[in-house]
Antibody
Framework: QVQLVESGGGVVQPGRSLRLSCAAS????????MHWVRQAPGKGLEWVAI????????EYADSVKGRLTISRDNSKNTLYLQMNSLRTEDTAVYYC???????????????WGVGTLVTVSS | DIQMTQSPSSLSASVGDRVTITCRAS??????LNWYQQKPGKAPKLLIY???TLLSGVPSRFSGSGSGTDFTLTINTLQPEDFATYYC?????????FGGGTKVEVK
């Protein structure tokens, strides 16, 4: 079955870096756009970034632009989120989610991974 | 950025009730509107995409309608497993944005 499993979360000090991974299985990874979405404790959902199926196109929320970088390795069926210059407001559960096929519009998120918690604290 | 406004932010209902949640976009988004259900401690799940298309496997008591700026999620005959938080999300343009959520609680 289609499955997404995030890893790499943890506690990190402000200003430091962290890299999240999302292992995909059960579908043809290299034909789908992929997203990162986050949720601060007790808060709503915030879209973070999208990467096209081939990795050439990327877009970001303004709140993370220049600090977080989305990438993918289609040979490993894995999505990444490199997080630099972390701030306390980046504390959240980070979900990866599958987007749409090929050159489709931005579409919907389905399915979602189980999430990984990132806590930025001194 | 496109702002998504959901109402109400919470509601109390009983099993068997009909529940309606509304979502309004700050600009026209055609039918680029999706609905998700989230239970505590779990990842969100897609229910409806493109405003009114039910995801395969989602019970038919869920339905979506609307286009342009105003959208509705309806749950007919509320079941115990439907108590959760519901989010709308626009996919018209980046940044992709969510409504603030509607928590459906037991009356």
């Amino acid at each position: 079955q289609v499955q997404l499993v995030e890893s790499g979360g943890g506690v990190v000090q402000p200003g430091r870096s962290l890299r999240l991974s999302c292992a995909a299985s059960g579908f043809t990874f290299n034909i789908y756009a992929m997203h990162w979405v986050r949720q601060a404790p007790g808060k709503g959902l915030e879209w973070v970034a999208i990467i096209s199926f081939d990795g050439f196109n990327k877009e970001y929320a303004d709140s993370v632009k220049g600090r977080l970088t989305i990438s993918r390795d289609n040979s490993k069926n894995t999505l990444y989120l490199q997080m630099n210059s972390l701030r306390t407001e980046d504390t959240a559960v980070y979900y990866c989610a599958r987007g749409t096929e090929g050159f489709g519009d931005y579409g919907w998120f389905d399915p979602w991974g189980v999430g990984t918690l990132v806590t930025v604290s001194s | 950025d496109i702002q998504m406004t959901q109402s109400p932010s919470s509601l109390s209902a009983s099993v068997g009730d009909r529940v309606t949640i509304t979502c309004r976009a700050s600009q026209i988004i055609r039918s680029n509107l999706n609905w998700y259900q989230q239970k505590p401690g779990k990842a969100p799940k897609l229910l409806i995409y493109a405003a009114s298309t039910l995801l395969s496997g989602v019970p038919s008591r869920f339905s979506g309608s609307g286009s342009g700026t105003d959208f509705t999620l309806t749950i007919n005959t509320l079941q115990p497993e439907d108590f959760a938080t519901y989010y709308c999300q626009q996919s018209f343009n980046t940044p992709l944005t969510f409504g603030g959520g509607t928590k459906v609680e037991v009356k």
